[in-house]
């Protein structure tokens, strides 16, 4: 099996290129497109690196055979991106654009990593959940074979940078789950690696024949049971 990850270098997508190369994983052949090198490496990988975010629909067209899955975990901050339009150009605009190179260049499947609580009665006005929202819809509107979205809540671990308040919502969440048990943490946040695998194994699950339809909505109980109660190497 092959498969393509966008956001390699972010939390997530790191985790999911990590899970990808290992011995034990059935992908064997594991592109990846962004702006630095991702830190795994190993004799499965292709890795393009291209600064220019506007050549990578044309990188992602140019692999051939063209993968069978493509991950997204593409994501940023306003703070990071510069600005709200500076982000919609990244999390909404370019996730889009890879969707409709991935369809025009022959992939099968594609998992999208997006977020919980974008469709709630009040995320309409909220930039974030709208930029979500937009992919979401462009994906199950692509005409994939299989399109997967996970929705975690707050994604757990250690950024290179970090975000806001993170590290401090990372610490209330383990904190309510050190309180009230696994289960109040499960519900408010996921770690990082967790989501990658669930990932990773709804992927599988998929090319095994065993997705539950053609579009599969992942949340926080379904990424957490695919990317620890269930999973396996």
Not at 7 to 24: K, P, R
Not at 87 to 99: G, R
Request: net charge positive; with cysteine.
């Amino acid at each position: 099996m092959s498969a393509a990850i966008i956001g390699s270098t972010g939390l997530v997508g790191s985790y999911i290129l990590s899970t990808c190369l290992a011995e034990t994983s059935p992908w064997t052949k594991i592109y990846t497109i962004s702006r630095r090198q991702p830190k795994s490496a190993g004799p499965k990988l292709s890795a393009v690196v291209e600064s220019d975010t506007t050549k990578w629909s044309a990188a992602l067209s140019g692999i051939s055979p063209a993968p069978e899955v493509v991950f997204s975990a593409l994501g940023t901050t306003r703070a990071q991106a510069g600005g709200i339009a500076q982000q919609w150009k990244i999390d909404h605009d370019l996730n889009v654009e890879l969707v409709k190179a991935a369809k025009a260049a022959g992939v099968k499947d594609f998992v999208f990593i997006s977020s919980a609580g974008i469709r709630g009665a009040l995320s309409g006005r909220v930039p974030y959940s709208k930029m979500k929202q937009g992919v979401e819809d462009a994906v199950q509107g692509a005409g994939f074979d299989h399109a997967v979205v996970l929705r975690p809540g707050l994604i757990m671990g250690d950024r290179e940078v970090p975000h806001g308040g993170g590290p401090m919502m990372n610490s209330a969440v383990r904190t309510l789950g050190r309180w009230f048990g696994q289960g109040w943490q499960d519900s408010l946040g996921q770690e990082a690696e967790v989501i990658a695998r669930a990932a990773v194994a709804a992927a599988r699950l998929v090319k095994e024949g065993k997705a539950p339809g053609k579009y599969w909505v992942l949340e926080a109980a379904d990424i957490v049971r695919l990317g620890r109660t269930e999973w396996k190497e």
